[in-house]
C-alpha cells in the first residue's frame, strides 16, 4: 500500500459504550455556538512574526487580507481503473483552514475485486497543490466523509465484518476506527452523516429494518464517544439519500431525507435535539422524484435537489411543506445530483447531463432566478461539492475518462469555481 497507509485490519475494534437516555432524560446536548476545541491534533508553536518591525502592512490592522487567488484548472488527484471511474462515488469536504478532504475507494487490481478495495482519504492542504493519500479500511461499499473543524471523519459499512464503523483522524495515516452497535443487514444498508458546532451525528437504516438509528458524538469532550439517541420509526426499505442526507440547521435541529418505505415518495423527519423527539415527518408529492441532496437554511426551509424522472428538479419549503418552491429543470441528469449551499446564501447543484458528457452547475441566485453553467466540459461521474470557507470558492470532485494516444485514461478529479468574486 502506497503512502505507508494502514487498511487497520489488523486493530483491535471495541465497540464504543452507549448510552440510551431514557424517555424526557437530559442528554445533554448543549447546541452553543461558540466553542474553541483542540481535538487532538498536534498544535504548531507560536512562531516570531517574518515581517520587519517597520513594516508597513498593506491593508488596516483590523482587516484581514484578500485570499489569494487559486488555480480553476482541474487537478488529477489519481489515476484509477474505469471500472472505478464509471461505478464509484467522490465525497468532498474542507476544512476550516482551508484544507480540502477527498473520499473515495482506491483500487488494487482493474476489477475493483473486494479484498483489493480500499476505503482512502487524499487531502490537499490550502495553496499547496499536492495530494497526500491515506487509506483507512478494506472496503468497497456505502461510505460518508465529513469535517468537523478541521479534522476528517468517516462513517461506512464493514460488509467483511458485518459492522457498522465510524473513523475519526489523530494525524497522518493514524485513524481512530469506532464499531457501533446496530442490526447490520450488509451491503445495501444506508448510512448519512454530519456535525453542528459541538457535535458529530451518523445515522443508519438497516435494508430491512423498521428503525433508523441516530447516534452522536460530543467534541467538547477530551474523549468523544458516542450516545444513541431516540430512533426514527419507519417502513421496512426507507433507503437514505443518495448523496447528502442528514443536515444540522444550527438552531437545535436535524434533517433527515429517508424514503417511505421501499417504493413510497421521499420525505424529511426532525429531530428537536433539546427534547430527544423526531417531532416532524413529511413527504415530497410522487413517489417518481429520487431525493440526491439537502440542504438545510436558516428559517426551518429543507431545499433538495432530486431527479424526477430523467429531468432536474429542486424543491424547497418547511417538514409540512416540502414542495412550496419547486423547480422542475429542463436539464436531463444521468442520475444523482449534489447540492451545496454558497456563502452568499445562493445554492448550487452540480450534475452529470444525460450521456455523461459534460459536468454542470445550477445556481439559483438570491432574486429566485436560475443560472446553469458548464463546469466540466467532458466524461463525468460519481460528483461531490463543498465550499471554500475562506475565500467562498465552489469545489467539484468527479471522475472522467479520456482518451490520450488512444488509450483510455481514467482519472479523480478536482475542480474549483469561482462563484462569488
Given at each position: 500500500m502506497p503512502f505507508g497507509a494502514c487498511n487497520c485490519e489488523d486493530r483491535l475494534y471495541d465497540a464504543w459504550d452507549l448510552e440510551e437516555p431514557e424517555d424526557g432524560q437530559d442528554v445533554g446536548l448543549d447546541i452553543g455556538l461558540d466553542i474553541g476545541l483542540d481535538?487532538?491534533?498536534?498544535?504548531?508553536?507560536?512562531?516570531?512574526?517574518?515581517?520587519?518591525?517597520?513594516?508597513?502592512?498593506?491593508?488596516?490592522?483590523?482587516?484581514?487580507?484578500?485570499?489569494?487567488?487559486?488555480?480553476?484548472?482541474?487537478?488529477?488527484?489519481?489515476?484509477?481503473?474505469?471500472?472505478?471511474?464509471?461505478?464509484?462515488?467522490?465525497?468532498?469536504?474542507?476544512?476550516?483552514?482551508?484544507?480540502?478532504?477527498?473520499?473515495?475507494?482506491?483500487?488494487?487490481?482493474?476489477?475493483?475485486s473486494e479484498e483489493f478495495t480500499y476505503l482512502s482519504v487524499a487531502s490537499s492542504p490550502r495553496g499547496s497543490g499536492g495530494w497526500t493519500i491515506e487509506d483507512v479500511a478494506v472496503q468497497n461499499t456505502t461510505f460518508g466523509l465529513d469535517?468537523?473543524?478541521?479534522?476528517?471523519?468517516?462513517?461506512?459499512?464493514?460488509?467483511?465484518?458485518?459492522?457498522?464503523?465510524?473513523?475519526?483522524?489523530?494525524?497522518?495515516?493514524?485513524?481512530?476506527?469506532?464499531?457501533?452497535e446496530v442490526e447490520f443487514t450488509g451491503r445495501f444498508d444506508g448510512l448519512d452523516l454530519t456535525h453542528d458546532d459541538t457535535r458529530l451525528?451518523?445515522?443508519?437504516?438497516?435494508?430491512?429494518?423498521?428503525?433508523?438509528?441516530?447516534?452522536?458524538?460530543?467534541?467538547?469532550?477530551?474523549?468523544?464517544?458516542?450516545?444513541?439517541?431516540?430512533t426514527l420509526e419507519v417502513p421496512i426499505g426507507a433507503s437514505a439519500a443518495l448523496e447528502r442526507g442528514l443536515q444540522a440547521d444550527g438552531d437545535g435541529n436535524l434533517f433527515l431525507v429517508h424514503r417511505d418505505g421501499r417504493t413510497g415518495p421521499y420525505g424529511v423527519a426532525r429531530f428537536k435535539l433539546e427534547d430527544n423527539l423526531w417531532d416532524r415527518i413529511g413527504y415530497l408529492t410522487s413517489s417518481q422524484i429520487v431525493a440526491s441532496s439537502m440542504v438545510a437554511r436558516d428559517g426551518g426551509d429543507v431545499c433538495i435537489s432530486s431527479q424526477f424522472g430523467s429531468l432536474l428538479f429542486f424543491s424547497c419549503g418547511p417538514v409540512n411543506d416540502l414542495e412550496r418552491e419547486r423547480e422542475p429543470f429542463d436539464e436531463q441528469i444521468s442520475g444523482y445530483s449534489s447540492m451545496i449551499e454558497a456563502v452568499d446564501g445562493s445554492l448550487v447543484i452540480a450534475f452529470n447531463n444525460q450521456d455523461n458528457t459534460q459536468l454542470n452547475m445550477a445556481r439559483r441566485l438570491d432574486d429566485g432566478n436560475w443560472t446553469v453553467d458548464v463546469l466540466f466540459d467532458g466524461p463525468s461521474y460519481g460528483v461531490s461539492t463543498a465550499i471554500d470557507p475562506i475565500n467562498s470558492d465552489l469545489l467539484v470532485s468527479y471522475y472522467t475518462c479520456r482518451f490520450d494516444t488512444g488509450e483510455q485514461r481514467c482519472t479523480l478529479e478536482f475542480l474549483r469555481r469561482r462563484i462569488n468574486r
Amino acid at each position: 500500500m502506497p503512502f505507508g497507509a494502514c487498511n487497520c485490519e489488523d486493530r483491535l475494534y471495541d465497540a464504543w459504550d452507549l448510552e440510551e437516555p431514557e424517555d424526557g432524560q437530559d442528554v445533554g446536548l448543549d447546541i452553543g455556538l461558540d466553542i474553541g476545541l483542540d481535538v487532538g491534533l498536534d498544535a504548531t508553536p507560536d512562531a516570531e512574526p517574518d515581517v520587519a518591525p517597520d513594516a508597513e502592512l498593506d491593508v488596516p490592522p483590523d482587516m484581514e487580507p484578500d485570499a489569494p487567488d487559486l488555480p480553476e484548472t482541474p487537478q488529477v488527484v489519481l489515476e484509477v481503473t474505469a471500472e472505478q471511474a464509471l461505478n464509484e462515488r467522490s465525497s468532498l469536504s474542507v476544512g476550516e483552514d482551508g484544507t480540502i478532504w477527498l473520499g473515495f475507494h482506491r483500487c488494487d487490481d482493474a476489477f475493483c475485486s473486494e479484498e483489493f478495495t480500499y476505503l482512502s482519504v487524499a487531502s490537499s492542504p490550502r495553496g499547496s497543490g499536492g495530494w497526500t493519500i491515506e487509506d483507512v479500511a478494506v472496503q468497497n461499499t456505502t461510505f460518508g466523509l465529513d469535517v468537523y473543524e478541521n479534522t476528517p471523519y468517516l462513517a461506512y459499512l464493514d460488509v467483511r465484518n458485518g459492522e457498522f464503523r465510524t473513523a475519526l483522524r489523530e494525524r497522518q495515516d493514524r485513524w481512530d476506527v469506532r464499531t457501533l452497535e446496530v442490526e447490520f443487514t450488509g451491503r445495501f444498508d444506508g448510512l448519512d452523516l454530519t456535525h453542528d458546532d459541538t457535535r458529530l451525528y451518523v445515522t443508519f437504516a438497516g435494508d430491512s429494518s423498521t428503525e433508523i438509528d441516530l447516534f452522536a458524538a460530543d467534541m467538547t469532550s477530551a474523549s468523544p464517544r458516542w450516545f444513541k439517541l431516540r430512533t426514527l420509526e419507519v417502513p421496512i426499505g426507507a433507503s437514505a439519500a443518495l448523496e447528502r442526507g442528514l443536515q444540522a440547521d444550527g438552531d437545535g435541529n436535524l434533517f433527515l431525507v429517508h424514503r417511505d418505505g421501499r417504493t413510497g415518495p421521499y420525505g424529511v423527519a426532525r429531530f428537536k435535539l433539546e427534547d430527544n423527539l423526531w417531532d416532524r415527518i413529511g413527504y415530497l408529492t410522487s413517489s417518481q422524484i429520487v431525493a440526491s441532496s439537502m440542504v438545510a437554511r436558516d428559517g426551518g426551509d429543507v431545499c433538495i435537489s432530486s431527479q424526477f424522472g430523467s429531468l432536474l428538479f429542486f424543491s424547497c419549503g418547511p417538514v409540512n411543506d416540502l414542495e412550496r418552491e419547486r423547480e422542475p429543470f429542463d436539464e436531463q441528469i444521468s442520475g444523482y445530483s449534489s447540492m451545496i449551499e454558497a456563502v452568499d446564501g445562493s445554492l448550487v447543484i452540480a450534475f452529470n447531463n444525460q450521456d455523461n458528457t459534460q459536468l454542470n452547475m445550477a445556481r439559483r441566485l438570491d432574486d429566485g432566478n436560475w443560472t446553469v453553467d458548464v463546469l466540466f466540459d467532458g466524461p463525468s461521474y460519481g460528483v461531490s461539492t463543498a465550499i471554500d470557507p475562506i475565500n467562498s470558492d465552489l469545489l467539484v470532485s468527479y471522475y472522467t475518462c479520456r482518451f490520450d494516444t488512444g488509450e483510455q485514461r481514467c482519472t479523480l478529479e478536482f475542480l474549483r469555481r469561482r462563484i462569488n468574486r
